[in-house]
């Protein structure tokens, strides 16, 4: 499995657009890059995942450069609410696998009023 | 929307005592998974289930662990002594079979353990 490097805090306000960005030199071409979110005292919860180039949905954005050794997840006008710690993982999602994640140690944000 | 749910949401327990962790995955998922996270570090994987077999584990999940699913609802963990060091929140996941390559794991809230 790729090892992941990403911040280990990040501050912001309200109403602010948060980059949080991950680094993955070693991603295999079979990677995926997957984003979880954790609240104290509660189970992860997925935010999103791509392989290439970007991804949207509700929550946020997953940008991912050609050379894929790194990506960034938007969060775009943060609240109070996204306060919480992001993980960023990567690995081979295969059908009929186990598919086990192995999380870091996250990038803890902290939304500020 | 369908969740993971676990209970208790706490348990304390003496050292040397058996616990059981219950949880009740989405209906229509395949996989199961528990992990554990010890206060202030990272999540761990401990082991998947699928086909009513304990498909991997972790060296964390030795002999004192055990996994069941007793009918079609419910995944259990199982430790049979606990210890001091046992003292962590247990999550637990399922996930659905698509056959896709983009498989989300849901997790539960939690079972906080803690070992007297």
């Known amino acids: 499995l790729a090892k992941t490097t990403q911040p280990i805090s990040m501050d912001s306000y309200e109403g602010q657009e948060v980059n949080i960005t991950c680094s993955h030199n070693?991603?295999?071409?079979?990677?995926?890059i997957t984003w979880y979110q954790q609240f104290p005292s509660q189970g992860p919860r997925f935010i999103i995942q791509?392989?290439?180039t970007k991804v949207t949905n509700e929550v946020a954005s997953l940008f991912i450069p050609a050379d894929r050794k790194s990506s960034t997840l938007s969060l775009p006008r943060v609240s109070l609410s996204d306060t919480a710690v992001y993980y960023c993982?990567?690995?081979?999602?295969?059908?009929?696998?186990?598919?086990?994640?192995?999380f870091g140690t996250g990038t803890l944000l902290a939304v500020q009023p | 929307e369908p969740e993971v749910t676990q209970t208790p949401s706490h348990q304390v327990t003496q050292m040397g005592q058996e616990v059981i962790l219950r949880c009740v995955p989405i209906?229509?998922?395949?996989?199961f998974y528990w992990y554990r996270q010890i206060l202030g570090q990272k999540v761990e994987f401990l082991v998947s289930?699928?086909?009513?077999?304990?498909?991997?584990k972790s060296e964390i999940f030795d002999d004192q662990f055990s996994v069941e699913r007793p009918d079609g609802s419910n995944f259990t963990l199982k430790i049979r002594s606990t210890k001091l060091e046992d003292s962590a929140m247990y999550f637990c996941?399922?996930?659905?079979?698509?056959?896709?390559?983009?498989?989300?794991?849901?997790f539960g809230p939690g079972t906080r353990l803690t070992v007297l």
């Open positions: 209906s229509n998922h395949l996989y």
């Open positions: 996941a399922s996930r659905d079979y698509s056959g896709r390559n983009t498989d989300t794991q849901y």
């Open positions: 070693n991603i295999a071409t079979n990677d995926y």
């Open positions: 993982l990567v690995g081979v999602v295969k059908s009929g696998a186990t598919n086990k994640l192995i």
């Open positions: 289930f699928y086909n009513n077999e304990i498909s991997e």
């Open positions: 791509g392989y290439k």
